[in-house]
T-cell receptor, first 114, second 113 residues
Framework: NAGVMQNPRHLVRRRGQEARLRCSPM?????VYWYRQLPEEGLKFMVY????????ESGMPKERFSAEFPKEGPSILRIQQVVRGDSAAYFC????????????FGSGTRLTVV | GESVGLHLPTLSVQEGDNSIINCAYS??????FIWYKQESGKGPQFIID?????DKRQGQRVTVLLNKTVKHLSLQIAATQPGDSAVYFC????????????FGSGTRLSIRP
């Protein structure tokens, strides 16, 4: 039973390029959460999605950031026109959506903007 | 806004001693708390959780204590081992429905041989 899979593990982008981060939830999990972590800081909530729906995007910047969780395939966090301040570790977690059962994190994608 | 915070950013403990990591929260409506461990280069790993209708919960070598009166949460690790070196986060969530978890800023635990 594979855990939450995130790829790529490391991503380097030049300023102005687009970054696409992928998250495949655990089998049977239909709820996905994205978090951002700056060095030596805690995880900041960005967005919560269920299949084909954004439930809570209160933590996601209004510009340049978007997220989706299609009916088929992984959840995608997309950052357009990246800037150096976007450099961070981005973590995805998934759950069945029943209380706290199975809220599991992936290993993250480390984005570096040069 | 964030409602979970930690007292100490770093903690150094002698191997074999007990570790106590503290956390304060400000939202009196919080009903569920979780402790996570994060090792370098990895995602947060669930350690133990506690609901607001409990004062104490024990796991393997770990105990979480909740004091609702002063809105304080602590994680106790018995007989600390080198493998316990990590950053520990307390987090707050709503238990009754799938919802986001809010993280504190973390405490780095280092073990002295």
């Amino acid at each position: 039973n594979a855990g939450v899979m995130q790829n790529p593990r490391h991503l380097v982008r030049r300023r102005g390029q687009e970054a696409r981060l992928r998250c495949s939830p655990m089998k049977g999990h239909s709820h996905v959460y994205w978090y951002r972590q700056l060095p030596e800081e805690g995880l900041k909530f960005m967005v919560y999605l269920q299949k084909e729906n954004i439930i809570d995007e209160s933590g996601m910047p209004k510009e340049r950031f978007s997220a989706e969780f299609p009916k088929e395939g992984p959840s995608i966090l997309r950052i357009q026109q990246v800037v150096r301040g976007d450099s961070a570790a981005y973590f995805c977690a998934s759950s069945r959506g029943q209380g706290r059962d199975g809220y599991t994190f992936g290993s993250g994608t480390r984005l570096t903007v040069v | 806004g964030e409602s979970v915070g930690l007292h100490l950013p770093t903690l150094s403990v002698q191997e074999g001693d007990n570790s106590i990591i503290n956390c304060a929260y400000s939202n009196s409506a919080s009903d569920y708390f979780i402790w996570y461990k994060q090792e370098s280069g990895k995602g947060p790993q669930f350690i133990i959780d506690i609901r607001s209708n409990m004062d104490k919960r024990q796991g393997q070598r770990v105990t979480v204590l909740l004091n609702k009166t002063v809105k304080h949460l602590s994680l106790q690790i018995a007989a600390t081992q080198p493998g316990d070196s990590a950053v520990y986060f307390c987090a707050e969530g709503g238990y009754s429905s799938a919802s986001k978890i809010i993280f504190g800023s973390g405490t780095r635990l280092s073990i002295r041989p």
